[in-house]
């Protein structure tokens, strides 16, 4: 049975993973440790998850796990939990987003390969079969030439601002349309606004970052052959294919996702954040590879 330690207990998926791995037992895997970035966040989230033991350190996890599950709210607290981690060989799943900068971004990667040491990350969405079943239907409208997308993001959260939920809504895109993003600029409107994503071979994509509006998950496409007006669903169990992706990991030491891949939305949401301090200027997205 594989034994992970969960990094990060304000954050609901915390507890959400921890019910799935230890309460459910759907996974031969579970939660034996819980470190939080307050005592009343670890608390509730073990007694939710039947998490065992609550750490005051998250460092002393060392040598009691097989893999590491990092969520913090905030992205900037990853790259620091994951870099310990893997100088010493424990395999990570760093929820979304992955880091607050795809400076440091890159350098986890870069360190992930040179020891040699499985890491993963991404948005569950693009895991869910209604995505699947989206991405069925825009194979029958052709070459896609704009795409809408709403979601809740609030442009000013405390969380980092656009990184926090934007994720949802950028990695979907990416997933669809790939890695080279050209440019990435938002136009805010209260704490939520529009941004406008642009490929040099490829759709040009708005999103609606609906901070004031319905947080249900919508798209609308737009292709030489047809049209697609899509409302996400979700899974039964919504963080079932997540976890499966990330303890199979841990058990194989196989990395499901490209470092390149999940280095491509945090380019396009720092990009996105510049744009937001020029006042809604165009942003270069930049390049991802290592």
């Known amino acids: 049975m594989l034994r992970m330690g969960i ?16 309460v459910e037992k759907a996974l031969p895997c579970r939660v034996v ?11 509730k989230a073990a007694e939710a998850g039947q998490i065992p033991k ?19 709210r905030h992205a900037k ?4 939990v994951a870099r310990f981690f893997v100088k010493h060989d424990v395999p990570c799943f760093i929820d979304k987003p992955f880091t607050f900068t795809l400076k440091e971004g890159k350098s986890l990667c870069r360190l992930a390969r040179k020891r040699g040491v499985p890491i993963v990350s991404f948005s569950v969405k693009v895991l869910h079969e209604t ?8 194979a029958d409208v052709g070459t896609v030439a704009f795409l809408n997308s709403t979601g809740p993001a609030d442009l000013k959260s405390k ?11 950028i990695d979907p895109v990416i997933e669809l349309f790939g890695n080279q993003m050209d440019t990435a600029q938002i136009l805010p409107h209260g704490s939520g606004g529009i941004a406008v994503l642009t490929y040099k071979n490829g759709p040009v994509v ?29 899974d039964a169990s919504p963080y079932l294919a997540g976890a499966r992706l990330f303890t199979e990991m841990f058990q194989t030491g196989k990395e499901p996702i490209a470092h390149e891949r999940m280095l491509a939305p945090i380019a396009v949401l720092e990009s996105l954040a510049k744009s937001l301090e020029l006042g809604g200027q165009p942003v270069k997205v930049g390049k991802v590879a290592l």
């Open 159 to 169: 969380y980092g601002g656009v990184f926090f939920y934007g994720i949802h809504q």
């Open 77 to 80: 607290y990853h790259a620091e």
């Open 33 to 43: 440790s819980v470190w939080g970035e307050a005592p009343r966040f670890a608390k």
């Open 7 to 22: 990094v990060g207990a304000e954050n609901s998926h915390c507890a959400a993973i921890a019910k799935l791995l230890n």
């Open 206 to 234: 708005t999103i609606n970052c609906a901070n004031n509006g319905s947080r249900v998950f919508h798209c609308t496409a737009v292709g030489d052959q047809g049209l697609v007006d899509w409302t996400f669903g979700r």
């Open 131 to 138: 995505f699947k079943d989206l991405q069925k239907a825009l």
């Open 54 to 72: 609550i750490v005051k350190n998250w460092r002393s996890m060392l040598g009691e796990v097989d893999g590491v599950m990092i969520t913090h």
